[in-house]
């Protein structure tokens, strides 16, 4: 696995080269854009207008539009130049407890992975933040973003977890009134989602609709026709309560 980002977590005189790996990978199916008639791949090419060709990635440089048709120009040394020491480590600006961060600020997760040498330090750093049940909060200059990071100790490792910042939430789209719950409606519905708990484990869940994608596809390589996986009609309960109290009358009898 190629790391993302090299950095080192610092504070005062506390310097630990570190590598960013990604956790995740894409196991999604992916299509190519093909040519209607003749099924020949699409192909995009970079074109410029005033020179009236084609331009390879050596011809193309950054360019920030200032006023509408005029841009200024800047080279990726000249990113790099404006970066301190600082920037380029995973500078850390505090602690907090996990639970004082909303989810909704989470953006995505790497392994916190050490340099050669620096195994002890790292190891130091997630068992003094796993027994104090706490977080780290660092900051640190990925490409052209400055990045907000958590730190987060695991039984395994470390975890850099990206955060947005405030102003990158959106507000909730819709305003209204909390309506008053009555009572028993709510004790039902506690009790439907009670007959739902159980341990959760993370291997017993997978991206079924892949799975049927994929199985599509093999069809259709073997030249069969793909048929509706799904053709039951539409519930006709409506009502809330009733979808609940139907519900876990399936669930007890053992039909759902």
Request: aromatic residues 8%.
């Amino acid at each position: 696995m190629a790391v993302a980002h090299k950095s080192a977590i610092s504070y005062g005189f506390l310097y630990v080269p570190v590598g960013l790996y990604k956790t995740t990978r894409d196991i999604s199916v992916n299509f190519n854009q093909l040519c209607k008639d003749t099924h020949e791949r699409i192909k995009y090419k970079k074109y410029c207008p005033s020179c009236n060709k084609e331009v390879t990635n050596d011809d193309i440089v950054k360019g920030y539009e200032f006023q509408k048709g005029r841009y200024v120009t800047i080279t990726n040394d000249e990113i790099e130049m404006i970066k301190t020491k600082k920037d380029k480590t995973l500078h850390l600006e505090g602690c907090a407890k996990m639970s004082d961060i909303d989810q909704i600020y989470f953006d995505r997760n790497y392994y916190v992975v050490p340099e050669p040498g620096a195994e002890q330090s790292v190891e130091l750093i997630r068992q003094a933040l796993l027994n104090l049940k706490i977080v780290a909060i660092a900051k640190t200059v990925i490409n052209v973003n400055e990045e907000l990071v958590v730190l987060y100790p695991t039984k395994n490792g470390l975890l850099a977890k990206i955060l947005y910042y405030q102003e990158e939430i959106q507000s909730i789209p819709v305003t209204s009134i909390k309506p008053t719950i009555d009572k028993q409606q709510l004790e039902m519905t506690k009790t439907l989602f009670k007959t739902m708990i159980k341990p959760f484990d993370i291997s017993a869940y997978h991206d079924e609709y892949q799975e049927r994608l994929k199985d599509a596809i093999e069809k259709k390589i073997e030249g069969k026709q793909i048929v509706s996986a799904d053709n039951s009609g539409p519930s006709n309960i409506i009502n809330f309560m009733d979808a609940v109290q139907k519900t876990l009358e399936t669930k007890i009898s053992g039909t759902a």
